[in-house]
């Protein structure tokens, strides 16, 4: 079965400053994956989505990925983080059904 | 058109009100779902419907009652609810929902239930 974890349900950072946040995932067969974005009181927005091949991925906001498969991560990082990234990010995996398997979520706070 | 629309923004409702909401899409996708979100919580699925036929239930209490009038609509209606139903409820779209499939998903704003 699919899952999903990711590493930290809070990471805080300066703005300005390298954005990393780290999702793992378990799969038995080749993985659909996929970052959404969430700010309050909205849906979800993807963000990325990795299903074939380059595992460097780019994405919307300047936001990229990429799918190591070795370490079975599709982590998510930004070079600068801006004030309107704080938002809560989520990492998901499409199981064989194509159902979407969410991860708990990370919070990304941005200080000024 | 590459959204997908949620009414209504907001909903208060009593445990004994019949409420519904409604999502619809524009972008051809026809497989739509239905999803509740508690608060720094990810979504969890409820329904899936598929060319419009139910095609996963996740288990869900039967006073909440899924409708699929045509491939852009989806409804979700609502009877007898519990305050712990309180929360976000999220509709999404997808191209189509298959097996292996590739499947972005689109999502709406939701809707904010409060049962009292």
């Known amino acids: 079965a699919q899952s999903v974890t990711q590493l930290g349900s809070h990471v805080s950072v300066s703005e300005g400053a390298l954005v990393l946040l780290r999702c793992n995932y378990s799969s038995s067969v080749p993985p659909y994956l996929f970052w959404y974005v969430q700010y309050p009181n909205q849906g979800l927005q993807l963000l990325l989505k990795?299903?074939?091949?380059?595992?460097l991925v780019k994405g919307i906001n300047g936001f990229e990925a990429e799918f190591k498969k070795s370490e079975t991560s599709f982590h998510l990082t930004k070079p600068s983080a801006h004030m309107s990234d704080a938002a809560e990010y989520f990492c998901?995996?499409?199981?064989?059904?194509?159902?979407?398997?969410f991860g708990q979520g990370t919070t990304l706070q941005v200080k000024p | 058109d590459t959204e997908v629309t949620q009414t209504p923004k907001h909903l208060v409702m009593g445990m004994t009100n019949k409420k519904s909401l409604k999502c619809e899409q524009h972008m051809g996708h026809r497989a739509m779902y239905w999803y509740k979100q508690k608060a720094k919580k990810p979504p969890e699925l409820m329904f899936v419907?598929?060319?419009?036929?139910?095609?996963i239930n996740e288990s869900v209490p039967s006073r909440f009652s899924p409708e699929c009038p045509n491939s852009s609509l989806l409804n979700l209606h609502l009877h007898a609810l519990q305050p712990e139903d309180s929360a976000l409820y999220l509709c999404a779209s997808s191209q189509d929902r298959g097996q292996l499939s590739y499947n972005e998903q689109f999502f709406g704003p939701g809707t904010r239930l409060t049962v009292l």
């Open positions: 990795y299903t074939t091949g380059a595992t």
């Open positions: 419907y598929s060319y419009e036929k139910l095609s």
């Open positions: 998901a995996v499409s199981d064989l059904a194509g159902k979407l398997i």
